[in-house]
């Protein structure tokens, strides 16, 4: 699945740009980023994580507008709930923390409610994980985050109360763990947050603690074998783990244990350039994720191996359908095609587009310089 070196700079060019213009066409006019708009269990929501990653993509390559959209929306999102955090803030000082399911959702619709169907929904990474897409795009573009402070002190409220418990991973699995991907989020806003400046003297003290603390936590439990580990006490990998030691930066790529990192997540996970999530996944019979193999290559070029950065570049671009579109994740080498059909079954055939999937392509294309923005810091939409 790569592209013929003639015809690869132009294509990626091409896929790079129909990609930021569909996830502008796709954008909520309130500035919430659809998932997938036709999936079944997808649509109508979006994910501060999910969301963070495409709007980090979006600012990349300056489609700046697009990307301020989305955190406006996070910031009325989060201001709507501070009677909801400051209670969950109090009863974590208390020694009585709520319940997971009174913590806030991983999701919301377009409005900003929360969903009515059930949901694995207690996941804090979303809630670092755009102070990190904010933090990156006000050092990109030199935008006022004042307009966020009061998002940004709420966030950091609730992350320093609750950074300490275990939630449900990026995806929506093993809530019994504290997880290094969620934990890396996390380290990575609260980071981001005091480099903003809008915070007052105590939530940036607040904030510095916190994420020193996660950092170390990181450093002394969880790495096994060198490398980073899937959750707290596990030996496992997780591609997730890619962004910690890449995008996030949580964890340098080009440190013993990024390298490690990534050499685990190479070895046991990735195949042809595409990589998996973990070695027991089960969804859609476990496929390799187009997202995942870009993530992975922005540490690959963080850690000084460009040409690997770009063969995985070009199997992501492989991955998309004729008309552009890029799935969740593709077949081929299944860790368990016999949980396929249950999966079809539940809510029919895998997402496709996926935004998170377009925008980490865009984000890895940026990051090689092999996709410039257009008109770079305007928006064209």
Request: net charge negative; hydrophobic share 45%.
């Amino acid at each position: 699945m790569t592209l013929p070196e003639i015809d690869r700079p132009r294509s990626i060019a091409r896929l790079v740009e129909s990609s930021a213009d569909l996830i502008a066409a796709l954008q909520d006019a309130g500035g919430a980023y659809p998932a997938s708009p036709t999936f079944s269990a997808y649509a109508g929501y979006s994910w501060f994580r999910d969301g963070a990653f495409i709007a980090d993509g979006m600012s990349s390559y300056g489609r700046t507008e697009s990307a301020e959209r989305f955190f406006d929306w996070c910031a009325r999102v989060l201001e709507s709930r501070a009677d909801e955090i400051a209670a969950i803030t109090a009863a974590a000082e208390d020694g009585r923390p709520v319940a997971d399911g009174a913590m806030l959702p991983t999701r919301f619709t377009f409005e900003g409610r929360a969903g009515l169907d059930e949901w694995w929904d207690f996941q804090l990474d979303g809630y670092g994980t755009w102070l990190w897409a904010v933090g990156e795009h006000v050092r990109r573009h030199g935008t006022d985050a004042a307009r966020w402070a009061r998002a940004v002190e709420l966030s950091v409220e609730y992350l320093c109360s609750s950074w300490r418990r275990p939630c449900f991973d990026w995806w929506e699995e093993h809530a019994m763990h504290v997880h290094v991907s969620t934990l890396g989020c996390i380290a990575a806003g609260l980071r981001e947050a005091v480099a903003l400046g809008v915070l007052d003297a105590d939530h940036e003290a607040s904030a510095a603690e916190a994420e020193a603390e996660i950092v170390e936590l990181i450093r002394t439990e969880g790495v096994a074998d060198g490398h980073l580990a899937k959750w707290l006490g596990s030996s496992a990998v997780d591609a997730s783990l890619a962004s910690v030691v890449g995008l996030l930066e949580v964890v340098p790529a080009a440190s013993d244990t990024g390298r490690a990192t990534v050499a685990a997540i190479e070895r046991d996970l990735t195949f042809d350039g595409g990589v998996h999530r973990y070695l027991d996944d089960s969804f859609y019979g476990g496929g390799r994720w187009p997202l995942l193999s870009c993530m992975l290559g922005v540490a690959h070029a963080r850690a000084g191996d460009v040409d690997r950065a770009r063969e995985l570049l070009d199997w992501a671009a492989g991955t998309a359908a004729p008309d552009g579109a890029m799935p969740e994740q593709v077949g081929g080498h299944l860790l368990a095609p016999e949980r396929v059909d249950e999966w079809v079954e539940r809510w029919g055939p895998v997402a496709q587009p996926l935004l998170w999937s377009h925008a980490m392509f865009m984000r890895l294309a940026v990051e090689l310089g092999v996709a410039d923005a257009p008109n770079a810091g305007e928006t064209r939409e």
